[in-house]
């Protein structure tokens, strides 16, 4: 978790603004990420293409609420070949 | 006999991606008789992210079918996105249809990218600003568009390929506050009104895989963060015996 003691939790608007600047920053342009406000700050969830799309959201969200403590929980999408294949007769 | 489909949708190509699909993707030829890609193939539509598409599911040795996305209109680069994808052999629907010869019949695929709007009994209106009546026109031209598209196609085996969803079922995951923003029961609709097998769709990354419309016509929703793979395969069978 990013932040340092003493930081204030986020309000709403808070939250409003993170969805907003990751759908719309294009350094992100993520509509898929979820923004969720716990009693100790934010998490962010959801799945990316890759690692270095990972990064840069807990970069620019951090990089602009820098009092905020935010916990990322954001994975990559596995691209493996399936294994099962749906029959649909 | 049975018609092979591959799907796969909002894979979000750019440089960064390029390569992480492919080895799964040469697999291609050995399991499937086509790819269908549901839209938001790039993450801004520009002609740079488009020629990263074409790197990655061009020439793969099965016909490359898709439609276009939200993403894929962010940069109002549209014409130079499509031609980049033509020119790599990517057959791109928008309001239109293909047949492609497979070994198990032949297969009609007719896609729109769709919009959104809402669904039965909590959806938009034509009706107040223009605003909101040009947003309500586009989701219904989009659906005429493609009711138009599934019914001009002669094969044995018809697909509806969308980005935006046909019905709520495949929605469930999502907020249901943004449900008129992901899809439309328009959509569902022209399915419905034609003699469709399968409907494919994206768009919704915390969605649900499995649905069907009110018809009864199933739908999958392959955006890749559900489907949690590079793409799924559906064996399409007994109505082409």
Do not use: W
């Not at chain 1, 700050?41 to 820098?66: C, D, K, M, W």
């Not at chain 2, 599911?57 to 939200?70: E, H, Y």
């Amino acid at each position: 978790m990013t932040g340092q003691p003493g930081d204030v939790p986020p309000d709403e608007y808070v939250e409003a603004e993170i969805q907003s600047m990751l759908a719309e920053d294009p350094s992100v342009a993520e509509q898929g990420i979820t923004v969720v406000r716990r009693e100790r700050g934010l998490v962010l969830y959801g799945e990316v293409e890759s690692q270095h799309r990972r990064e840069e959201i807990l970069r620019r969200v951090t990089e602009r609420f820098p009092h905020t403590p935010v916990t990322s929980d954001i994975g990559v999408i596995r691209t493996q070949a399936p294994t099962q294949v749906e029959e649909l007769p | 006999m049975v018609i092979r489909i591959a799907a796969v949708g909002d894979v979000h190509l750019d440089e960064d991606v390029v390569g992480r699909f492919r080895p799964a993707l040469e697999e291609l030829p050995d399991c499937a008789d086509v790819l269908l890609l549901a839209g938001d193939l790039t993450r801004h539509g520009t002609e740079a992210e488009a020629r990263c598409v074409a790197r990655e599911f061009g020439d793969l040795g099965v016909p490359v079918i898709t439609v276009l996305g939200n993403h894929d209109h962010q940069c109002d680069q549209v014409p130079q996105v499509v031609k980049v994808l033509q020119d790599a052999g990517i057959t791109v629907l928008e309001g239109t249809g293909t047949v492609v010869e497979c070994a198990g019949g032949r297969l009609g695929v007719a896609g729109v990218k769709g919009f959104g709007g809402g669904f039965a009994g909590r959806c938009a209106s034509d009706f107040g600003e223009p605003e909101m009546k040009a947003f309500v026109r586009t989701t219904r031209e989009s659906a005429d568009a493609l009711a138009a598209a599934l019914l001009s196609l002669e094969c044995d085996a018809l697909v509806a390929l969308t980005h935006y969803a046909p019905v709520p079922d495949t929605l469930a995951g999502e907020p249901p506050e943004i449900y008129p923003f992901l899809g439309c029961y328009q959509l569902g609709q022209a399915i419905d009104s034609a003699p469709t097998a399968l409907a494919l769709h994206g768009h919704a990354h915390h969605g649900t895989e499995r649905g069907t419309t009110p018809g009864g016509v199933r739908v999958r929703n392959v955006a890749h963060p559900v489907i949690k793979q590079a793409y799924s395969i559906f064996h399409l069978g007994d109505q082409v015996d």
